[in-house]
């Protein structure tokens, strides 16, 4: 290109070596089970080369889009949601649509349309299962993925989930190999599909042991506070002493090491501690925490990718995202 000439599709159809349908197809997020990720990335890369951009708002006017979807959470102060929020973005901006994320209040009840009128602003949603109760205020019928979210529910929005019950029987497993047989489950107090298999899922794998007992199920807010004093009320209760308290998430594993300190015992020599989402905190906390690392930013990205499956009308892709335990020194070996 010379002088101030605007590149045009042909110009950047010419440059990959496709057609101009195909340039269409790439540019305007339509590509997923028609055109390769190669030929898309090549094509994406000489539009860049190029500096073409397309006229968007002509375009969206065609075709009735706004190139925008609505990534819908619990809340903003999380880490891991905001980490789902990057992962969107990235693959969003790589078909020329952006992501407003929005925090259901308080994480609980029908939100306010943010827009006042969300099926004119929005192409599609995407929610965490913890944040389903804000749909009802946004508006039916728009294109929708569920992040951890029940797959076999009747009528159900494609999901995007994540190996929550082998990530909670990998820690179960950990703690079984170090000898622990009393446990202690620290469980989220959210009714929400990715707790509910954490919990069946701890109890199956300890029902496999001979030996091993459940001693309790203590319910948190998920809250470093809240998480304290459950573990408070867990240890008050009479019988023996759990060795173990496998934790649902890594603020209630805070939560818990902090009660745990201010009565006097020792992590992990006399009681060891789990987590589950491998925050930032886990490293902050000493001893470090041993948790389950979720990979946030993956679950964002295969959210944003199945919703572009079904604006496009394909089938969204399916399937769980593995997950991976990180032993560190909040876990060791039973004491006698």
């Given at each position: 290109?010379?002088?101030?000439?605007?590149?045009?599709s042909?110009d950047?159809a010419r440059?990959?070596?496709?057609?101009?349908?195909?340039?269409?197809?790439?540019?305007?997020g339509?590509?997923?089970?028609?055109?390769?990720?190669?030929?898309a990335?090549?094509?994406?890369?000489?539009?860049?080369?190029l500096?073409y951009?397309?006229?968007?708002?002509?375009r969206?006017?065609?075709?009735g889009?706004t190139r925008?979807?609505l990534?819908?959470?619990?809340a903003?102060?999380?880490e891991?949601?905001?980490?789902i929020?990057?992962?969107a973005?990235r693959?969003a901006a790589e078909?020329?649509?952006g992501?407003?994320?929005?925090?259901?209040?308080?994480?609980?009840?029908p939100?306010?349309d943010?827009?006042?009128?969300a099926?004119a602003?929005?192409?599609?949603?995407?929610?965490?299962?913890?944040?389903?109760?804000?749909?009802?205020?946004i508006?039916?019928?728009?294109?929708?993925?569920?992040?951890?979210?029940d797959?076999?529910?009747p009528g159900?929005?494609p999901?995007v989930?994540l190996?929550?019950a082998?990530?909670?029987?990998?820690?179960a497993r950990h703690?079984?190999?170090?000898?622990h047989?009393?446990?202690v489950?620290?469980?989220g107090?959210?009714?929400?599909?990715?707790f509910?298999?954490?919990?069946?899922?701890v109890?199956?794998?300890?029902?496999r042991?001979?030996?091993?007992v459940?001693?309790?199920t203590?319910?948190?807010?998920?809250?470093?506070?809240?998480?304290?004093?459950?573990?408070l009320?867990?240890?008050a209760?009479?019988?023996p002493?759990?060795?173990?308290?496998?934790?649902?998430?890594?603020?209630l594993?805070a939560g818990?090491?902090?009660?745990?300190?201010g009565l006097?015992?020792?992590?992990p020599?006399e009681?060891s501690v789990s987590?589950?989402?491998?925050l930032?905190?886990?490293?902050?906390?000493d001893?470090e925490l041993?948790?389950?690392?979720?990979?946030?930013?993956e679950?964002?990205?295969?959210?944003?990718t199945?919703l572009?499956?079904?604006l496009?009308?394909?089938?969204a892709?399916?399937g769980e995202l593995?997950?991976r335990?990180?032993?560190?020194?909040s876990t060791?070996?039973?004491?006698?």
């Amino acid at each position: 290109m010379t002088g101030s000439t605007r590149p045009t599709s042909r110009d950047v159809a010419r440059a990959a070596g496709v057609s101009q349908a195909t340039v269409s197809l790439v540019l305007g997020g339509k590509w997923p089970g028609r055109v390769s990720e190669r030929t898309a990335a090549a094509v994406r890369e000489a539009a860049g080369e190029l500096g073409y951009r397309p006229n968007l708002a002509a375009r969206n006017l065609r075709l009735g889009r706004t190139r925008t979807a609505l990534l819908v959470v619990p809340a903003l102060t999380n880490e891991y949601f905001a980490r789902i929020y990057t992962g969107a973005a990235r693959v969003a901006a790589e078909h020329g649509f952006g992501v407003v994320l929005y925090p259901s209040p308080e994480g609980v009840g029908p939100a306010r349309d943010p827009f006042g009128s969300a099926r004119a602003a929005i192409d599609g949603v995407i929610a965490s299962s913890m944040a389903a109760d804000a749909l009802a205020g946004i508006g039916d019928g728009l294109p929708l993925v569920m992040l951890d979210s029940d797959p076999d529910a009747p009528g159900g929005a494609p999901t995007v989930n994540l190996a929550v019950a082998d990530g909670i029987r990998q820690v179960a497993r950990h703690l079984l190999a170090l000898g622990h047989r009393r446990f202690v489950h620290l469980a989220g107090e959210v009714d929400a599909w990715t707790f509910r298999v954490r919990a069946s899922a701890v109890a199956a794998e300890l029902d496999r042991v001979p030996g091993a007992v459940l001693l309790h199920t203590e319910r948190s807010a998920l809250e470093v506070a809240a998480a304290r004093d459950a573990v408070l009320r867990a240890l008050a209760r009479p019988g023996p002493r759990p060795t173990a308290l496998l934790c649902d998430d890594d603020i209630l594993a805070a939560g818990a090491c902090k009660a745990l300190r201010g009565l006097g015992l020792a992590v992990p020599g006399e009681l060891s501690v789990s987590g589950f989402d491998d925050l930032s905190l886990a490293t902050a906390m000493d001893p470090e925490l041993t948790t389950v690392r979720l990979p946030a930013e993956e679950v964002g990205a295969a959210g944003m990718t199945a919703l572009l499956a079904l604006l496009g009308g394909v089938p969204a892709p399916g399937g769980e995202l593995p997950v991976r335990l990180v032993p560190r020194a909040s876990t060791g070996p039973a004491p006698r």
